[in-house]
């Protein structure tokens, strides 16, 4: 079971790129990586999923190395509204490895 | 709009009653699963169901029964809770259950047990 380690929280102000790296040093080959927002008593809501390089969609990008033991999440000009718990959540090819950790919480100041 | 709705979003009840929360997904999807989230804590996983059968029982005590009659409803009853029972129950579903990790949450059902 791959286990994921995050900050517990970060701050950042309006306008500012975030970054929120995970690790997950025992990644099976098979596991994808996925990351999730969570907004106070809301269910999470997925953002995005990658295997290995660089995914990028309307909303946030996802950078994973070569040996794929850590990702980075990339916001690009958070505003207020992107204050939120940030999941990264590491499984695949099992109901049994969809284990949430703590998340990161993340504050954007005005 | 995920998709995926919970009802009631919020329910107080008495250690003796019984009641259920109920979850409708509408995105043609064969699993469904119930989270637990209790005050910053972690999402728990707690069942799992696959195209009606349960495939995981994560140690959840027998007071909390889950009901899945097709593919599209998915219920948790619950009797007898304790005060410690009292967090934010999540539903989701995803294409299958060997899904690579993408889930689609419900926005929740509030329980409080006096």
């Known amino acids: 079971l791959a286990k994921t380690t995050q900050p517990i929280s970060m701050d950042s102000y309006e306008g500012q790129e975030v970054n929120i790296t995970c690790s997950h040093n025992?990644?099976?080959?098979?596991?994808?990586i996925t990351w999730y927002q969570q907004f106070p008593s809301q269910g999470p809501r997925f953002i995005i999923q990658?295997?290995?390089t660089k995914v990028t969609n309307e909303v946030a990008s996802l950078f994973i190395p070569a040996d794929r033991k850590s990702s980075t999440l990339s916001l690009p000009r958070v505003s207020l509204s992107d204050t939120a718990v940030y999941y990264c959540l590491v499984g695949g090819g099992g109901y049994n490895k969809l284990i949430f950790g703590a998340g990161t919480r993340l504050a954007v100041h005005p | 709009e995920t998709g995926v709705t919970q009802t009631p979003r919020h329910l107080v009840m008495g250690m003796t009653n019984k009641k259920s929360l109920k979850c409708e997904q509408h995105l043609g999807h064969n699993a469904m699963y119930w989270y637990k989230q209790s005050a910053k804590k972690p999402l728990e996983l707690m069942f799992v169901y696959s195209l009606e059968e349960r495939v995981e029982n994560n140690s959840v005590p027998s007071r909390f029964s889950p009901e899945c009659p097709n593919s599209s409803h998915l219920f948790l009853h619950l009797h007898t809770l304790q005060p410690e029972d009292s967090a934010l129950y999540l539903c989701?579903?995803?294409?299958?259950?060997?899904?690579?990790?993408?889930?689609?949450f419900g926005e929740g059902s509030r329980l409080t047990v006096l």
């Open positions: 025992n990644i099976a080959t098979n596991d994808y």
């Open positions: 989701a579903s995803s294409q299958d259950h060997e899904n690579t990790g993408e889930l689609f």
């Open positions: 990658g295997y290995k």
